[in-house]
């Protein structure tokens, strides 16, 4: 099924799994125990996995079995159980990550990213704020504006990305962020200035693709510009033949600009694809 929009909360854990990896990669040797650090390494790259998540914990933990004073062990242990969405649990390893090492910018946005997991907004404020002192940089910006966006401030964390785009204007994980509220804000053409960036800038024509193509297609509705709506759900009809969504969208878009015969032809496709989702009639009640 066609999701209108994935949730992109984990797309800022990928960059800090990567930092992590990196800074395993550079303390190997420092630490006495090559083992840990190799089980440390593996179990930050199977946490990305869902499939292999179990085997990351499992992998970590042997790692802390070896040395239980590594601040990065107990650092990765809390990026890979928030991962898992196991925000209570992770939340005591970061905490003690920065006990024995207050040093690393990525720790406190760790602790950012799982206080706002567990609703804790102006503890993840201060966390986020403290990263963001340590080492500017437009990743820890666009946390802060998540952890805002989150804590129910909308207009507030679209400023704060406002200011991100504008010093960065192709920063994807930016514009997706900003994507999302404007959608919830209804403010229709900044919505559709970032989804068409994401469009543009699409590697491959993926489920994220056509999520985005579907949502513009909303937007140019609101916004009456119908053609450019029709243009849209004929791309991701030829995509995604299939897609309900895009001819439910169909439909509303001729409804809406007053094409009755136009909205009628596209109705009736809608029925077909909804006939062709039922069992067959032999297998039905």
Known sequence: MLLRFRVFHLKCFVPL???????????????????AESLCKRALVECLQKETQDLAVKHIDEALSLDRSNALYWQSKALILEKRGESEKALPCIVRSLELDNKPAAAYAIEAGILSSLHHFDAAIKAIEYAIKLKPCIEFSTCRAEIVMRSGKLDMAEKELDKIIKTSPNDELARVRRASITRRLKHWPKEIEDLSWLISHAPVKNLSYYENVLARVEAYTETKQFDKAIADCKVGLAGQPEARQFHAAMVKIYEQSGNAAAAKRARKELEAVDDDLQPPKSDRF
């Open 17 to 35: 799994v990567a930092c992590a990896v990196a800074m395993a990669i550079s303390s190997a040797g420092a630490s006495a125990n090559a083992k």
